[in-house]
DNA sequence: AAATATTTTTAGGTTTGCCTAAAAATTAAT
DNA sequence: ATTAATTTTTAGGCAAACCTAAAAATATTT
């Protein structure tokens, strides 16, 4: 149906448009996909005569309905395969992400549904990023707050329940972002605090009111 | 390392080498792959340039042992990716071949070899074809006799131990050729004898002599 | 041995996807 | 508001694989 190149584009199109509300330009679409821009506008004409994206000459692109649909796809099978490969055949999960760039590109529906059942349908791939079920939703970053992660487990920070600016500019005080592991040391009994290692060793102290505030996934 | 396009030609050239003793023909490898004998030649030239093949004009061509090697080794993959698909996704074993034939174009020796080992080595996949080993070596085409085939079962025929001008034409004149398979119905205690039904429903007798010397793999 | 048929190769094109270099449009800095 | 810097597009090419049609070589008949 569509071509490896294809839902390579479409693939870094729906991620720069998720980071970048305005949509995907030019440049980062090449940089992200290591091509010339000259490639890359040569090809958008190509998805937007597809009406996978809608294109205008200067105005960078967003996907339409049907390219979201591809692209998430892709990005379902992707996920799957890695977590095939860590969950069965015992690959660690820094050498998963090459070899599943290229087993994402193989069509066929069934295949994917039917590894999809087999793997238990699973909700996040091996470095934690959510995998799209069949029609192509997306699970809750995550329903499970740090308030629930015991001592000795380690959380990976997935979003956040209060969304207000405060929060988040003390969040990036912290230098707590997404994505950021956090092992859980001790949960003080008295005010519900938690004692919290990040990934880069610095150790911190969170209130009750943070860490219910804090999305996480278990690593 | 090497591209889809190129395995496809040496796994058809393994094929047709298997059966024609003299080497490939260009016609024979254009229908094989579905391609025009002009688009073959061209890429025969390749092919020889790169020392997969020994290509002379006019001539036909043979693998070399890198080409051997090459198209042994996807062979192996396309065989293992059908075993998963059955064994472990449940497709039925009409449904995977086309599957197999994009699967066995990643690249990951790695890869092939976990696969293996999650599949516990099997030695024949869904079709009973034969899968080589890690270092391209085929399996004895069976140890196994149809006389360790139990009534209710169903057996393939792989192979013959006796190879005897006199016990093939004989097998000839029962109509039973490599593949078929034979569903065995009753063993006389009496004498080792066996009573089977072939594909085509015609029913045999056959006394241990033949067939402690068939090859078989069990469906 | 010639004539005919078949196979294979050559010659010239197409499509997909990528490239460099130059031109045009947009954005940022005086 | 100009000028300068950056981004994006256009123009012109290249390589991999494919194609059709015609020419050359080989194989088969007469
Ligand atoms: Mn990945
Ligand atoms: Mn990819
Ligand atoms: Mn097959
Ligand atoms: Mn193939």
Redesign the interface.
Known sequence: MYSFTEENYLKAILHLCDANEKGASTNAIAQKLDAKAASVTEMLKKLSDKKLLNYKKYQGVKLTETGKKVAIATVRKHRLWEVF?VN????GWE?VH??AE??EH???T??TD??DA?LAYPKYDPHGDPIPNKAGIFPNRSDQTLTEIEPHEIAILRGVKDTSAEFLKYLKKLELGLGEELKVLEKEAYDHSMQVQLGNKKILNLSQQVSSNLFVTKK
């Open positions: 490969l069965k055949l015992e690959f050498e090459e070899i290229q087993l193989i069509q066929s069934k295949l039917k590894l087999f």
